[in-house]
């Protein structure tokens, strides 16, 4: 059977109305063999054997625009790490050519960014989601299980030279495995990294949503929350994964619930697992009284402290 290149539309939370592209959509074609991957194990490479040519793909794209016409982006992505396709640059300009109001994003897993070609096509993209799970090398090895070559130090100093070009919508993804790179010391050392990121729109941490490549486990949505906190307030973070968001609800007064958007935005989502009826209804009053508010940051609604968005306004 055709392996078809275009899938979906798929409704993102993150990203709206999302209409994928698979530039690997025959086999498995990856630098990185992470532990928490949901397709097969398979040996890494370093670049493509197997490749769809760009024509074959932009018909298949015209033709599922026109079937589909509430999309908000074009997703590229694929079986494997879609930086490795080696037209990307042509690919992207014919994109550009019938893509219209719709924005092009790509996920990646940051380790091409070494290559200067890849860096500069991806500076020419309206949004980039880069993912970053480890920031050390031992973690790093040991999560990802990267193609020879792919050094851990290179990798972050790049993806912080992206964040100061890429005039786009970036995002980092940092997903947690249990045991392997939520210890406070990983953390920290990713702290230190996304805190000299620039113009970073959010930061989204999850874990395992899908059953993983080899015998690993996710984190659960409470501690994930816990780990959020452990990040620096200044950064955009976002809890993503739902996958083990069991309700821990519990009482916060008034004070508690400032205090704790002063350190982490929560979206209604959040507020469902951990604030009791009573703890919403007391955040209700804060949002009536002006204490805090809504702020939009892409498709989502945080909670934030009113004197926090003055701040950022009095900064910029």
């Keep these: 059977m055709e392996n078809k290149t275009i899938f979906g539309p798929i409704r993102s939370r993150r990203f709206g109305n999302s209409l994928g592209i698979d530039l690997s959509s025959g086999i498995k074609q990856c630098n990185f063999d992470c532990l928490y991957c949901e397709l097969a194990p398979s040996a890494t490479v370093d670049h493509q054997v197997v490749s769809v040519d760009v024509q074959t793909i932009i018909k298949e794209l015209i033709f599922a625009l026109a079937e589909h016409q509430n999309i908000d982006v074009i997703t590229l992505t694929a079986n494997g790490e879609p930086t490795l396709y080696p037209y990307l640059d042509e690919l992207l300009s014919e994109i550009n050519k019938i893509k219209e109001y719709r924005e092009i994003l790509i996920l990646t897993n940051s380790a091409t960014l070494a290559d200067e070609k890849v860096f500069n096509t991806l500076l020419k993209l309206d949004q980039v989601k880069l993912s970053l799970d480890a920031v050390t090398p031992d973690v790093f090895k040991k999560i990802d299980r990267p193609h020879k070559g792919i050094d851990i130090k290179t990798l972050t100093c790049k993806v912080i030279e992206f964040s100061k070009m890429f005039t786009g919508k970036l995002y980092i993804e940092v997903l947690f495995v249990h045991g392997i790179n939520d210890t406070k010391e990983e953390i920290q050392a990713i702290n230190e990294v996304l805190k000299a990121l620039s113009h970073v729109e959010r930061i989204d941490i999850g874990t395992i949503d899908r059953p993983p490549a080899y015998p690993v486990s996710g984190v659960s949505y409470g501690e994930l929350f816990e780990i959020s906190k452990m990040f620096d307030?200044?950064?955009?973070?976002?809890?993503?994964?739902?996958?083990?968001?069991?309700?821990?609800?519990?009482?916060?007064?008034?004070?508690?619930?400032?205090?704790t958007l002063d350190k982490r935005p929560l979206t209604q989502e959040d507020v469902n697992l951990l604030f009791d009826e009573e703890s919403q209804a007391e955040l209700q009053n804060l949002l009536k009284n002006g204490e805090i508010s809504i702020a939009q940051v892409g498709n989502l609604e945080f909670y934030v402290l009113s004197q926090n968005i003055q701040r950022k306004r009095l900064k910029s």
């Design 233 to 259: 307030s200044t950064l955009p973070i976002h809890i993503a994964s739902r996958t083990h968001a069991e309700s821990c609800q519990s009482y916060y007064s008034s004070e508690e619930i400032v205090n």
